[in-house]
């Protein structure tokens, strides 16, 4: 599976951006899809999660701000992010995997977009 996010970039805080993830390969292999996030000298967290019958699953710190979203005919998933703060600021990574369980470990990753939230 290969991913292509894009969609970062330099917000003020309040402001908003919205990321975009496509992948190409096997619908087996995508059947779980998500964001993670990863700040200087902080392991990798997960951000939000959606499967492909749209189940959805959001760390705390962004529930009621960033929204998942999943177009299964273009195998992509968006990432809107409301009302960012800055320690929002990461380098962002999409992940696919088949099962939720062990996506971090198995799935496959994008190549990361860096989100900057300046205060």
């Known amino acids: 599976v290969q991913l292509q996010a894009s969609g970062g970039g330099l917000v003020q805080a309040g402001g908003s951006l919205r990321l975009s993830c496509a992948a190409s390969g096997s619908i087996f292999s995508t059947a779980v899809m998500g964001w993670y996030r990863q700040a200087p000298g902080s392991q990798r967290e997960l951000v939000a999660q959606?499967?492909?019958?749209?189940?959805?699953k959001y760390v705390d710190s962004v529930k009621g701000r960033f929204a998942i979203s999943r177009d299964n005919a273009r195998n992509t998933i968006y990432l809107q992010m409301n009302s960012l703060k800055p320690e929002d600021t990461a380098v962002y990574y999409c992940?696919?995997?088949?099962?939720?369980?062990?996506?971090?470990?198995?799935?496959?990753w994008g190549q990361g977009t860096q989100v900057t939230v300046s205060s």
């Open positions: 992940n696919a995997a088949r099962w939720a369980a062990d996506a971090s470990s198995s799935g496959s």
């Open positions: 959606i499967t492909r019958g749209g189940t959805i």
